[in-house]
């Protein structure tokens, strides 16, 4: 394949993400290297890959689940930037190359040096393409670093589109909210915020902007729990606040703040955010909500929203578990779990947030 047609090719990659498979694989062949890797990343976090057939199963699997010295090695490519391909046997400090369990894999494998490219994006994402060459095949030398150097500005600007369509896509989607009356925003792994819609912008004076591209609630308490439910997110653990509640103000009705982890085909929908955070008006009437309702905010359980219920028709805990046929200290529990998920400390607390919830829709 001529010059020519392998720069066709990758700019047809831009916009077709499947067709980088043959960008590296072509790559590979022109430059005595078995094929190669191209990563978008956020921060040290994987987004999106493509990867030659030879290396797809070693590259996934280091997508996956990075080693620590593999993100070091990242992190020193960040802090001493070089344009251009770089061969990782004279970029990296020797020990870096010997701690890395990646580099040990490869070779098993039979692949030996690396050429590398870490590409800083205007839309605050990074491009790392590497290309794996044969053990046999020796280190790489200056003639197939100066091939892989007359390519890398067209590397540069597929990536950059690539980038940017997959952001369009988020914005897409999470724009498909706005018509479900949903205020809602999709975040990086560090919290930045990628896309949101214009929804969001109706309960602005209590999620709002913060440094770093990211956002805050303005109630101190609930922000806390936010926060909180960020962090956590990412390793999806249990037994902690998704659902955040931030109390009604003078000039504005009480709000739920949703944090739901974005996981499998999810995280593609998405285009490779992490969190979708989501907002929901909560109506002051005096109605209990519905049982569908009380599970869509809090993932309450039946037991929990029976329980739920009867404290909010005035009744005691005593009274709301005799009348539910189960212990006190049954009561109790269940009590406990209803406050760990709404965010709520106090019984009356409690009554109040449970009084009525309707979605926030557009006009």
Known sequence: MSQDT????????????????TVLDTIGTVSSSSGGCVTILNGNLPIGARQSA???????EATRNPHPATIDRLMYAYANPAHGFRAASAFFPQHMLDADPFLDMKKSRGFGDEAFSIITLPSGETAMFSIDRPLANGSYGAAEIDLLNRLHPHLARASLVSARLRLERAQATVS?????????????????????????????SRLKPAAFGSITLAHAE?????????????????????????????????LVVHVLPLRRSAYDIFSGADI?????????????PSASILTGLFDLTPAEIKLASALTEGKSLRAAADG???????????????????????????????KSAQPLRSD
């Open 276 to 288: 979708l955070v989501a907002a929901t008006v909560v109506g002051a009437g005096g109605a209990m």
């Open 176 to 204: 498909m909210l706005e018509g479900l009356g949903i205020p809602a925003a999709v975040l990086g792994e560090l919290g930045r915020v990628r896309a949101s819609n214009a929804l969001l912008e109706t309960v602005s």
């Open 6 to 21: 392998l720069t066709d090719r990758i700019y047809e990659a831009a916009f077709n993400p499947d067709e980088w498979v």
């Open 324 to 354: 539910s046929g189960i212990q006190f200290s049954t009561a109790r529990s269940y009590l406990e779990s209803i406050f760990r998920k709404t965010g709520t400390h106090q019984q009356s607390q409690l009554v109040a947030l449970l």
């Open 54 to 60: 030879v290396i797809r199963d070693l590259g996934t």
């Open 222 to 254: 609930a922000n806390k729990l936010f926060r909180e439910a960020l962090t956590l997110s990412l390793t999806a653990h249990d037994g902690f606040v998704r659902s955040i509640p931030v109390p009604a103000s003078e000039d504005a009705p009480a």
